[in-house]
Structures are given as C-alpha cells and as structure tokens.
C-alpha cells in the first residue's frame, strides 16, 4: 500500500494548468517579453554555456552583482528558482513542529501551504475592511503567539496595497523574531525597505526577476538577510539547485536592468489610468495599487468571470475565498488590452 507523509492530504495541489488565454492577465507577469537589445545578448551568451558543467560560475557572478547594488556582503545574498524557492525555504528553516508563522489574510495564498508544508502552526492575521494592516495590533498578536516567523508582502497581493519602510521598522524593532519581506512587486511602488537589513539581522528581503523584469519562465529570485540566515536557509538547498540557463539570463538583466525602467514606468502610468477609468464604474469597488495588479470587487464578480472567460480573457478570481468575496484581480496588460478589459467590463456590468 503505498503511504504517503503524515499530513499531505491536508495539503493542495497548486493547479498550474493554464487555458490558452487570448488576453493573460491573470498571473501578473510582464506582458512584453525581454527588451530587444536585452535579448541579444542574452542569446550571444547561452552560446558559450558550459552546458557540460554544474552553474557555478554565472550562480556566483549574479550574487556579486546583486550584493555590489544592494551594498552588501556577497554572503548575505542567496539565489533561488523563483522567490517561491526562497519563500519555501525560509518556511522550511524557520517552520517544523511547534513553530508558528504569521501572515496576513488575505495575502499571497502559497504562505499557508509553505508553512503546512514546513509542518509549522498557521498564525492568519486578517488585514481589515480595505485590506489594510494594523501595525499595533500585528506585533501584539506576534508577541502573544510567541511566533517564530513573520511574513509580510508588500506590496500585497492580491489587494496591491502597502506598508510604508517606517511601519516596516517600527515592526522590526518591537519584534524578536524572523520577519519576511515578500518584495515581489517593489518595482512598481519604489520603496523597498531593503536597506533595513544592515540594521536588524532578523529580516529577510525575498526578491523576483519574475514581475518587473519579465522573467517568470526562467524562475530566477534572491533573498537578502544577514549571514546567519543564510547560512542556515543554504543548508536546506540541494546541490547545484539553480540551473546555468536562467543564471545566466538573469545576469544580464540584471546588468541591463535600465532596459526595463520604461516598461515599469508604462505599468504604472496604465495601473493609474485604469485605476481612474475603473473607478467610474457604477458598484464597482477598485482598490488602490502600488503593483502592476488591481483588485476590484462587484457583487456580479461570478458572472464577469464568467463573461471575461468566453472572451478569452483570463484574469483571477477568487472563488471561494471568504475574504476576497467578489474580488477579481486584473493584472496590468498593453494598453490595447487594457481598453479591451475596460470595454468588456463597463459593457458588462452596465448592462446587468
Ligand atoms: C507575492 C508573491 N511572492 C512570490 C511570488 C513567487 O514568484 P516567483 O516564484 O515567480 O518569484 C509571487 C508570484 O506570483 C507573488 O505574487
């Protein structure tokens, strides 16, 4: 008979099976690809890969770039497939039997199944009717439930609001544990509150190639902590656990990162104006976004999923989940789909 780990039944399979969109605005990925000049030289270097070596090379010439900007030590920086490597990996370190791990609700939904995953207790703090967190209240909670890890997205996804680095720091300073920072999206909102890991030792930055600079298909994310977390969170990576390919693309976007400053800019200018447009619609609740997503709540939000769908429009909507009632979630698109989005939905939700 075959038997499985205690408690992997309780556990969900993350569905990655897509339909073929014509209109992919579900996943908040970039919608153009790498910038022309960016791409070539990305192909002028696979050309001379070692494909027949382990990624050494390329995984140590990423980490000195990343630790050059950042100014840190090259032993404060570890690289990961996606943030999800790195995310995982920090449940893993900081979670196991007896340990609790904080997050928001609602929030980035993977938290809860990497620290089931990680065997460690869920401790859900609900962000309050406009999704906003209540500091005071949060480091009360983190201090009565004794948790070991404290996660925080910021920007959030799915509901694109933020924290300020002064509420971050005044988190830090009254906590003794570990505290996350999902910075996912920081690209779009231009606040980082990076800086603070040279002044406390419990906080963890998690970064991603996969929005801003458009490389969900490479899987490329960093962390950057103290050398004492990394330390701990290396012992739990497999040997050679990225693979040259997406290295060695991302070191050169992440030398060429000017490359994509115009497109962020053009997210956010869309992200505004949609916001503006959006906000014009009768019973539609938008929310405000420092991301390059928007949350929208309609109480038809079924039947505009539905409705988006026989377009060939795939956007996010949150079926099921009691504290994104009626939410849908739009990512930033081209200005062409944006029109197309807005078209459809005004028409829609006008008509109904
Ligand atoms: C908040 C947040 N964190 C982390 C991730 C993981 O991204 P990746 O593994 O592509 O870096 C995502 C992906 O959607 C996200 O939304």
């Known amino acids: 008979m075959l038997s499985f780990r205690k408690n992997l039944e309780n556990i969900p399979i993350y569905d990655g099976v897509e339909k073929n969109y014509r209109v992919k605005i579900n996943a908040n990925e970039s919608t153009l690809n790498l910038p022309p000049l960016v791409e070539e030289r990305v192909f002028g270097r696979l050309s001379h890969l070692a494909f027949n070596r382990y990624p050494n ?3 140590y010439d990423l980490i000195e770039q990343i630790a050059k900007n950042f100014s840190v030590d090259k032993s404060q920086i570890l690289l990961g497939n996606g943030s999800s490597e790195i995310i995982e990996k920090v449940f893993q370190v ?25 065997e460690a207790e869920s401790v859900i703090f609900n962000l309050d009717k406009k999704f906003d967190l209540n500091v005071d209240e949060f480091i009360k909670k983190i201090r009565e439930e004794n948790v070991n890890l404290a996660v925080i997205c910021n920007p959030n996804n799915p509901t694109g609001n933020i924290l300020s680095v002064e509420d971050i720091e005044k988190i830090l300073s009254s906590i003794d544990c570990t505290l996350l920072l999902d910075e996912a999206y ?10 603070l890991v040279k002044k406390y030792k419990n ?11 458009g490389l969900a298909g490479a899987r490329v994310g960093y962390m950057i902590s103290s050398k004492e977390i990394t330390d701990n969170v290396k012992k739990i990576f497999m040997p050679y656990h990225m693979n040259s390919l997406s290295l060695a693309v991302a070191d050169i976007v992440f030398q060429m990162r000017d490359e994509f400053v115009p497109r962020i800019q053009i997210a956010v200018s869309e ?28 109480e038809k939000a079924d039947e505009l999923n539905e409705f988006f769908e026989s377009l060939g429009i795939g956007v996010r909507f949150f079926k099921g989940n009691e504290s994104l009632k009626n939410c849908l979630r739009i990512s930033i698109g081209t200005r062409a789909e944006n029109d197309e989005v807005f078209d459809a939905m005004k028409n829609f939700l006008e008509e109904i």
């Open 94 to 118: 900081f979670g196991g039997e007896g340990k609790k791990i904080i997050f928001p609700q609602p929030s980035f939904s993977m938290y809860k199944i990497y620290a089931k995953v990680a």
């Open 203 to 213: 906080l963890i930055v998690a970064r991603t190639f996969s929005k801003a600079y």
């Open 57 to 59: 090379e390329e995984y």
């Open 186 to 195: 920081i690209e779009f909102h231009g606040k980082s509150a990076v800086n």
């Open 271 to 298: 992200r505004e104006r949609m916001i503006k447009r959006l906000s014009e619609i009768k019973n539609l609740e938008v929310f405000p976004s420092r991301t390059n997503f928007i949350l929208i709540r309609h």
